[in-house]
């Protein structure tokens, strides 16, 4: 725990301090979570393995609300040093603008998911209202209700297809997840469930975000935090692009599909970004065991599931330039996928 602690909270006492101060904080910032988080990656010999079955961890949810409150306040003031009268250079907005986006998507994020995967109400709320601050609050029903039921196959708008582009699948992931999960969530409330439907509320606060731009720093304000959470929004969808990119789920002889299971993920077994991540890159072990504190999760054998050959922010990096990603991930797409049909 001490570990994805320093990890994850290290980057946001970096980025705070350079919204107050500006200089090289956010730099500093930036620099910890690209290039000394891809050295570090590099260091195998203090990759700590899996957590010993059945082992408790009292502090994991702790941290998580501390990241959700540290992402509740970082944003408004993200919002002022980049927008407001802060009195930052261009350099320093800029880099505040970079590094909190950052933070916001590739460890804000993972903690909302988390904590939206939690039992307790409380602590599923507060995941819901992260999402809402990074005007994405939908993704708090698509991502239980579509995406854990049909990953890896077509009725999943977050699964690439092979050959598929990142900015296409973002455009056609957005717009069906929002679909999907709306849909969803009227499904339920067919069969009896009660209460304000949620897509009020996410809408609801989405416009009351906004508004809450618009005072900290007008109508740059509002721009600023839209723009904040679309770059927030894409390190999530990049990582949905990555971790399921060209797996599909087999048709049984009966017409259904087979269940999901450790191969139809992508995983990385680099510790340093898994733990500013919180182990997000033990992807299949989080989809067989959706409950499983990410302290705890698993990282399955290379001959059971794929593993990516690079750290998955680096993977991230690649996808970014379509024709390059596609190029570098065909050859372990192949790789697995004959392993697979031999097995």
């Known amino acids: 725990m001490a570990l994805f602690a320093l990890a994850a909270l290290l980057p946001l006492a970096l980025f705070g301090a350079g919204v107050v101060w500006g200089g090289w904080w956010s730099v500093a910032g930036l620099l910890y979570m690209t290039a000394l988080a891809a050295g570090l990656d590099q260091i195998t010999g203090l990759f700590l393995g899996d957590a010993p079955e059945g082992a408790e961890f009292p502090a994991a949810d702790a941290l998580l609300v501390a990241l959700a409150l540290g992402a509740l306040g970082l944003m408004p003031l993200a919002v002022w040093a980049v927008a407001g009268d802060s009195g930052l250079s ?4 800029a880099a505040v603008f970079a590094g909190s986006g950052l933070w916001l998507g590739q460890v804000a994020n993972p903690a909302a998911h988390e904590l939206i995967h939690r039992n307790g ?13 990074l005007l994405f609050g939908h993704h708090t029903s698509a991502h239980r209700l579509v995406h854990h039921q049909h990953a890896a196959s077509v009725d999943d708008p977050n699964t690439a297809r092979a050959g598929e582009g990142y900015y296409a699948f973002l455009i056609r992931a957005w717009r069906g997840s929002f679909k999907r999960g709306w849909a969803a969530e009227d499904a339920l409330r067919r069969r009896g469930k009660t209460g304000v439907h949620p897509y009020a509320v996410y809408i609801g606060m989405a416009a009351l975000c906004l508004c809450l731009g618009y005072a900290i720093a007008g ?3 509002s721009l600023a935090w839209a723009a904040l959470a679309a770059h927030a929004q894409s390190q999530l969808m990049l990582s949905d692009y990555v971790q ?11 017409g259904r599909l087979e269940p999901v299971s450790a191969r139809h993920s992508w995983n990385a077994g680099h510790w340093f970004s898994a ?8 992807h299949s072990d989080h989809h067989a ?18 593993r990516l050959p690079w ?14 990603w596609k ?9 697995w996928r004959a392993r697979a049909a031999g097995a």
């Open 219 to 221: 109508i740059g304000g």
């Open 121 to 133: 109400r409380g602590l599923f709320r507060l995941g819901g209202l992260v999402y809402c601050w």
């Open 244 to 254: 399921h990119y060209g797996l599909q789920r087999e048709m049984r002889a009966d």
């Open 311 to 324: 750290p998955l922010p680096l993977a991230c990096l690649i996808a970014l330039v379509p024709p390059l």
């Open 275 to 282: 733990a500013f991540m919180l182990n997000a890159p033990r």
């Open 90 to 93: 261009v350099s320093a907005r």
């Open 327 to 335: 190029r570098a991930i065909r050859p372990h797409l192949n790789q």
């Open 289 to 306: 065991h959706p409950a499983r504190p990410y302290p705890a999760l698993r990282l399955p054998d290379q001959d059971a599931a794929p």
